[in-house]
């Protein structure tokens, strides 16, 4: 089982600055790495498939990088409808999802 | 546009089965796999499987081997998970997603099944 590892936890930021989410593999999973935006009481969000490829729609303040074991989610010039919990998602062996960094005001 | 709606939210006892149901709409069903991921109550995401709805294929996680399956019917664009024997802490809703390949592109809304005696 290849484990997927959110850090922070929580990550509080000021809007119109930037965030930096981090999601780490066990082992090497290439570049088959998702991330999803989830606000509460709604369906999760594609945000980048493949590590770095923005899904339909999302906004280009959104980049995705890394390759290998160690990748992060850029969010520059956070806007108020951003805050929401980010959760990574491997999909090299199997599926995991790591246990989601929530981003706060 | 792509579209998947689910099915109502669930009441069931211990030890029963539920049936969850996904139908698509917006796109060729057949083109893509449908996966299932559960949230439990103010926990994270849990994927626990995919069908390809070209062939039937599956693929269950360990967690749910034995105890899930799903199926799709071609004919109404709609797909299907069961999960039997439940327990108290099968409670969460269930979400179906489009899968092109490895990831899940859109949503359902969510069916919140509760297990409860």
């Known amino acids: 089982e290849i484990v997927m590892t959110q850090s922070p936890a929580t990550l509080s930021v000021s809007p119109g600055e930037s965030a930096t989410l981090s999601c780490r593999a066990s082992?090497?999973?290439?570049?088959?790495l998702a991330w999803y935006q989830q606000k509460p009481g709604q369906a999760p969000r594609l945000l980048i498939y493949?590590?770095?490829t923005r899904a339909t729609g999302v906004p280009a303040r959104f980049s995705g990088s890394g390759s290998g074991t160690e990748f992060t989610l850029t969010i520059s010039s956070l806007q108020s409808e951003d805050f929401a919990i980010y959760y990574c998602q491997q999909y090299h062996n199997w599926s995991f999802f790591g246990q989601g960094t929530k981003l706060e005001i | 546009q792509v579209q998947l709606v689910q099915s109502g939210a669930e009441v069931k006892k211990p030890g029963a089965s539920v049936k969850v149901s996904c139908k698509a709409s917006?796109?060729?069903?057949?083109?893509?796999?449908i996966s299932w991921v559960r949230q439990a109550p103010g926990q994270g995401l849990e994927w626990m499987g995919y069908?390809?709805?070209?062939?039937?294929?599956?693929k269950y996680a360990q967690n749910f081997q034995g105890r899930v399956t799903m199926t799709t019917d071609p004919s109404t664009s709609t797909a299907y998970v069961e999960l039997r024997s439940l327990r108290s802490d099968d409670t969460a809703v269930y979400y179906c997603?489009?899968?092109?390949?490895?990831?899940?592109?859109?949503w359902g809304q969510g069916t919140l099944v509760t297990v409860s005696s």
């Open positions: 997603a489009r899968d092109p390949s490895g990831y899940e592109d859109y």
């Open positions: 493949g590590a770095f």
């Open positions: 082992q090497s999973i290439s570049s088959n």
């Open positions: 069908i390809s709805a070209y062939n039937g294929n599956t």
């Open positions: 917006g796109y060729t069903f057949t083109s893509y796999s």
